[in-house]
């Protein structure tokens, strides 16, 4: 079964093809990074009118890089949250229109879901029970997954998301935007020299970033960071830390199979070798270009929900604030 995936529900227009949820055929990106960055962060207007723009082009894209046809298409599956209001509604009535038009059914797509399973991507399929760190720019979810679609929350942040910590300290080191790359790559030949707090929330699987970004801050008011590359490697340091500690220990409580990790902070050099240290369990990991938002995991995970029996039809609405 061969899936068309679309993803527009942040700042990516992204379109991929995929066969049964596994094998990626192509995997096109169109990043609106350079749009937004001259504002230090995603303008939601902007976005979803580069989206208009971008959707019908990277779609076709994705067809001829697949060698696949139209009438090679099985199935239509696209975000319907969450996300940005305006981004994902260009998505979803793409693919409505799509499947409407062609008669292909239609599956919509919980983001982090998606995420998710990026990890089906590669060689090694993920066992189940597994635990899944989202680690994205909007969350960070410590997930218990028991079998497709089977999903138990046990942890959350209660501030600020990973990537978010990340944009918001590498905007004070003035890194730039999008701060997560930024700092990871100031900090790959730095050393991490700044004494950072970290919020362990003992006794959950919960996170909190905000105290950690509010000491750079002040260490940066008061003048007392000299080198901006060591600042980026303790504070990386820190996250890192934190996330890796909370995901091994909530895996060893729950007695999982396997860590997965996924969402665009998945991408950090630190986190993926130091989870691999002190995982265990195997860890299995996207390459960076399938943690960050991309539709290829939207439509793997469209392939194991129309499996499941799920589908969605014309009547598909976006929701911003979907939960897992
Ligand atoms: O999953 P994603 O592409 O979009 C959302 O669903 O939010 O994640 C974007 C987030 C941003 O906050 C970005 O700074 C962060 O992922 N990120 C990273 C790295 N690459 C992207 N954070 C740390 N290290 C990286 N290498
Ligand atoms: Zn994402």
């Known amino acids: 079964m061969i899936l068309l995936g679309i993803e527009t529900s942040c700042d990516e227009t992204a379109a991929a093809v995929v066969e049964n949820g596994r094998q990626i055929l192509s995997n096109v990106v169109n990043s609106q990074i350079d749009i937004h960055a001259r504002y230090g962060g995603v303008v939601p207007e902007v976005a979803s009118r580069q ?48 499947s409407y ?11 982090l879901e998606g995420h998710i399973y990026a990890n089906w991507l590669g060689e090694e399929e993920p066992e189940f029970p597994l635990l899944c760190l989202v680690v994205s720019g909007g969350h960070t979810d410590l997930i218990l997954m028991k079998n497709h679609g089977d999903y138990t929350l046990l942890g959350k942040t209660r501030d600020d998301a990973a990537g978010e910590a990340f944009d918001k300290a590498a905007r004070i080191l003035g890194l730039g935007y999008p701060g997560g790359p930024a700092i990871d ?4 030949s730095a050393k991490a020299d700044l004494k950072l707090p970290r919020a362990w929330l003992k006794g ?62 998945a991408a950090n050099s ?40 799920n589908s969605s039809n014309i009547e598909l609405d976006v929701e911003p604030s979907l939960a897992m």
């Open 51 to 98: 989206h208009i723009l971008s959707i019908i082009p990277v779609i076709d894209e994705a067809l001829r890089q697949s060698k696949a046809d139209w009438d090679d298409i099985n199935a239509i599956a696209t975000t319907c949250g969450p996300g940005l209001a305006g981004s994902l509604l260009v998505g979803a009535n793409t693919a409505k229109a799509i």
């Open 101 to 111: 038009g062609r008669n292909l059914p239609l599956i919509g797509v919980n983001h």
């Open 185 to 188: 790559k100031a900090a790959s």
């Open 204 to 265: 959950t699987a919960d996170f909190s970033f905000s105290g950690l970004k509010t000491a750079l801050l002040r260490l940066n008011d008061a003048g007392e960071i000299n080198n901006i590359n060591n600042a980026a490697a303790s504070f990386q340091e820190a996250v890192v830390d934190v996330l890796v500690r909370k995901t091994v220990n909530t895996a060893a409580k729950h007695g999982v199979a396997q860590i997965l990790l996924s969402g665009g902070v």
């Open 270 to 309: 630190l986190l993926r070798q130091r989870i691999r240290d002190f995982s265990p369990v195997p860890v299995l990991i996207p390459p960076p270009v399938l943690c960050t938002d991309n539709a290829a995991m939207v439509a793997a995970c469209g392939f194991f929900r129309i499996q499941s029996g």
